[in-house]
């Protein structure tokens, strides 16, 4: 579905919802117009909390730490699927309608999708990666987006966070500020354990190689080198001359293992591990956190799971 399709998919179907719940002044309204008396707006003045939306998984996780019982968040891009070039569909622009607010990460990652929305929604986009030292992409013209993979950047989203839901619901700001501040304890117990669980691997064969480049942020915080077939998932290509590049690297440096991604197609590094003999040590996330049963279905949970497989990968 092409994006004019999209917009008016969903201008459309805003109209009917706002036809469904209109009642007529002189009381001659449908009981389906009219509702009853005891339906409450979702935004009404009274309402303790903020209704939430978010682009993608790993932000919603945070928020939702943040936030608590306080609120609500849903995030558009489903687990598995990755945010770059996300295809959204009506119901995906009527969550963030209905929304206090949308939550992006920022650096350009929605850029697409933010274009969109400014025409259909009133809802403010409002992105938490604001103050982030960005780390540009191959030829320096963007900057890459996955400042989340470093945990201190993590750190910066929720601080950013917690500062913005106390602007949109003062009386909550006791229990974001507590919610945040044991959020980021535990944050920064997961920096250290990474910065200790690294060092098992010889500082030679700190070198993470995937797909898409997308761990600068994190070799930047724990001294690796990062190769990626392509930089960034929006700029795919997989071409032959790509993949010899990184067949050539891995054999250069002897490299002991290669690493998946489970947002990416993973044929590109099933045949640079076949051209180099040398294996997958297991999937890593990037983009999402893992699904149900994944034991990676929270931010943290996914980090310490992607270092556990470096460290047994590369030491």
């Not at 009381?27 to 707006?41: K, N, S």
């Not at 990755?82 to 350009?108: I, R, T």
């Not at 938490?128 to 030829?139: D, H, R, W, Y």
């Not at 080198?225 to 250069?252: C, F, K, M, Y």
Request: glycine content about 8%; proline content about 4%; charged content about 25%.
């Amino acid at each position: 579905m092409d994006w004019v399709s999209i917009v008016v998919a969903f201008s459309l179907l805003i109209a009917a919802c706002g036809s469904e719940e209109t009642v007529q002044e002189d009381g001659t309204g449908t009981e389906d117009e009219a509702g009853t008396d005891e339906e409450v707006d979702v935004h009404d003045e009274n309402d303790e909390g903020l209704t939430i939306t978010t682009s993608f998984s790993i932000l919603g996780d945070m928020i939702s730490q943040v936030i608590g019982d306080r609120g609500t968040v849903e995030y558009i891009v489903p687990i598995g699927d990755e945010p770059h070039e996300y295809e959204p569909v009506p119901s995906d622009f009527q969550k963030v309608s209905d929304a206090d607010v949308f939550y992006v990460n920022g650096l350009d990652l929605e850029e697409w999708l933010e274009s969109i929305l400014t025409n259909v929604t009133e809802t403010e986009i409002v992105a938490i990666s604001e103050g982030v030292t960005a780390i540009p992409l191959e030829g320096g013209d963007e900057d890459d987006p996955h400042a989340w993979l470093s945990v201190k950047n993590a750190i910066l989203y929720v601080e950013n966070l917690v500062d913005d839901l106390i602007k949109r619901d003062p009386d909550g700001e006791s229990v974001y500020r507590e919610n945040a501040d044991a959020y980021i304890t535990q944050l920064e117990e997961l920096d250290t354990w990474i910065e200790e669980e690294v060092v098992e691997i010889p500082e030679e064969k700190r070198v993470i190689v995937v797909s898409e480049n997308a761990f600068k942020y994190f070799g930047a915080d724990y001294g690796f080198e990062t190769e990626g077939v392509w930089d960034i998932n929006s700029h795919a290509e997989g071409t032959p001359q790509q993949v010899s590049r990184i067949v050539d690297l891995v054999n250069d440096l002897e490299l002991p293992a290669v690493f998946v991604e489970t947002t990416v197609n993973q044929d590109f590094m099933e045949q640079v591990s076949n051209e180099t003999n040398v294996p997958i040590a297991g999937e890593v996330y990037t983009d999402a956190v893992g699904p149900e049963g994944s034991g990676a279905e929270t931010y943290i949970e996914m980090m310490q799971h992607n270092v556990n497989v470096f460290v047994e990968g590369l030491k």
